[in-house]
């Protein structure tokens, strides 16, 4: 990664360094963001001891962060064009870092539940990134190749992180079993230096747009993405039969009609709804969606069937937990590979077309998973194509957010699409969880007395994730062909 980091920064100093020069710093940054991502993983059973919970509590951590995450992107987004994309991503990291040892330290659940929610604002960094690196390069007339050649190194970067975090987790964890404080300080003491790499390495975007935060439509918005994913939260942890939890999500979808109205009524509105119109636009958002369900929402459920005993209930792979780990990191090493790829095919074909095959590669690796899924090779094959497909998707969206966006816009723009996948994997979790407890449908059963989920509902999942990944590439096929060109008009 670093030498390939080397060949482009190389080729592109010599016509200007204002956007390259910043990117191995913020590669610093996604390679922290991707430690907070894997580092805790391994540590999970360990933490729901320390803190004297069930291993089903665990859930609302997740939860909690999704509902945090998908809350404060679009905000600080919208911020990074206001004020700059540099000063809101200092103090997404400040957050995140006093969120991080506040992990480390907390002494209850709740605290730790407060604290662990909070470092839902690092999802905002790669939006934030990517319209910076946007914004100092706008003039030159390979601008938006240029993003998506650094946004695939970004990925990366977070790629390699999940995999650093996960090893380190593990190793330390496992090296530290009565330490638990002393284990959680490493990501915390990562962010913390994230935030001087940042402070001393990354300069400020140069188009900022001044103004007021759209405080009616902040709140309109906050109601509306609250609701929808307590709603889905609720029902995914009680169950599709509580009552209130389907109102939550009614109320939270009402609420985003008195907000769209607003929105297309204010002069400097907080999400441009127009711009949401356009057809260069809305594919990419309702992708961003789609995705979100396979991205977020699919890892779980590939873990418990990997674990599950296939001599207690017929179908699962026995495996053991180092197994799993080997699983996964061989989809992390797949969306790896597909960050990278994607700046590289882009010149080949144009970055709409790679955006529909990412999206068909997704579709592809889980739809496999009907007829292939009985062995430890087939899984490994399947999770390697979802996997390519998917880096290519998370260095792609918001790229091409940023290239479908006015210049003072490109922070909202790219936020939204993290803001929408969030939302799209708090809807897989939800239906994901109803499908593996055998609450959807009254075929579900997985026999008497077994606590493993029905192989009906790992169809389901999987059928979920690759439809949803064939819809985002339809949509894709509606956008004009020319979006996201290589080239740009100077603004």
């Given at each position: ?20 020069a ?83 330290f ?102 900022r ?22 709603g889905?939260?609720?029902m ?85 937990s180092?197994?799993v ?32 095959g ?71 979790s ?29 169809m ?5 994730c690759?439809?949803t ?23």
């Amino acid at each position: 990664m670093a030498s390939l980091h080397r060949g482009i920064a190389g080729r592109n100093l010599r016509a200007g360094p204002t956007a390259t020069a910043i990117v191995g710093f913020l590669v610093l940054v996604e390679l922290t963001s991707g430690i907070l991502q894997g580092y805790y993983t391994p540590l999970l059973t360990d933490i729901a001891r320390f803190l004297g919970i069930h291993d089903a509590d665990v859930n609302w951590f997740e939860a909690a962060q999704l509902m945090v995450s998908a809350l404060v992107v679009p905000v600080l987004a919208k911020m990074g064009d206001m004020i700059g994309h540099r000063k809101v991503l200092l103090v997404s990291t400040a957050l995140t870092a006093a969120a991080s040892w506040g992990v480390a330290f907390a002494p209850n659940f709740w605290l730790f539940l407060l604290a662990w929610a909070l470092q839902g604002f690092y999802v905002v960094w790669l939006p934030l990134e990517i319209a910076l690196i946007y914004s100092r390069s706008h003039k030159r007339p390979d601008g938006a190749a240029l993003t998506r050649k650094s946004a695939g190194i970004l990925v990366a970067g977070l790629e390699f992180g999940v995999i650093v975090g996960a090893l380190a987790g593990g190793f330390i964890g496992g090296a530290l079993p009565d330490k638990l404080w002393l284990t959680l300080m490493i990501p915390a003491i990562a962010v913390t230096l994230c935030f001087f790499v940042i402070l001393f390495g990354v300069p400020e975007s140069e188009n900022r747009t001044g103004g007021r935060l759209d405080l009616m439509g902040l709140t309109l918005l906050s109601t509306g993405l609250l609701l929808i994913t307590a709603g889905l939260t609720f029902m995914r942890i009680n169950g599709p039969g509580t009552w209130w939890a389907w109102a939550a999500v009614v109320l939270g979808i009402a609420a985003l009609v008195p907000f769209t109205r607003h929105e297309l009524g204010h002069h400097d509105p907080l999400i441009d709804i127009r711009l949401l119109r356009q057809p260069s636009m809305w594919p990419v958002q309702l992708t961003a969606f789609l995705f979100g369900v396979s991205v977020l929402g699919a890892q779980a459920p590939l873990s418990t069937f990997a674990r599950t005993d296939p001599g207690e209930v017929g179908y699962g792979l026995g495996a053991s937990s180092s197994l799993v780990s080997i699983l996964i990191g061989v989809y992390v090493l797949g969306m790896l590979v597909g960050a990278l790829l994607y700046p590289v095919i882009t010149r080949w074909t144009t970055p709409r077309i790679t955006l529909m095959g990412a999206a068909f590669l997704v579709a592809v690796g889980y739809l496999l998973f009907l007829p292939f899924h009985d062995s430890m090779l087939q899984v490994l094959v399947n999770m390697a194509i979802a996997g390519i497909g998917s880096g290519a998707l998370v260095a792609a969206l918001p790229s091409a957010a940023a290239a479908a966006a006015p210049l003072t816009q490109t922070g909202m723009a790219t936020g939204l699409t993290n803001a929408t996948k969030t939302v799209g994997g708090a809807f897989a979790s939800c239906v994901f969880g109803i499908a593996l407890a055998g609450q959807a449908l009254g075929s579900l059963t997985s026999g008497a007395g077994s606590t493993a989920a029905p192989l009906e509902g790992y169809m389901l999942v999987w059928t979920i994730c690759g439809v949803t990944a064939l819809a985002a590439a339809v949509a894709l096929y509606f956008v004009p062909k020319l979006a996201f060109s290589p080239t740009l008009p100077v603004t």
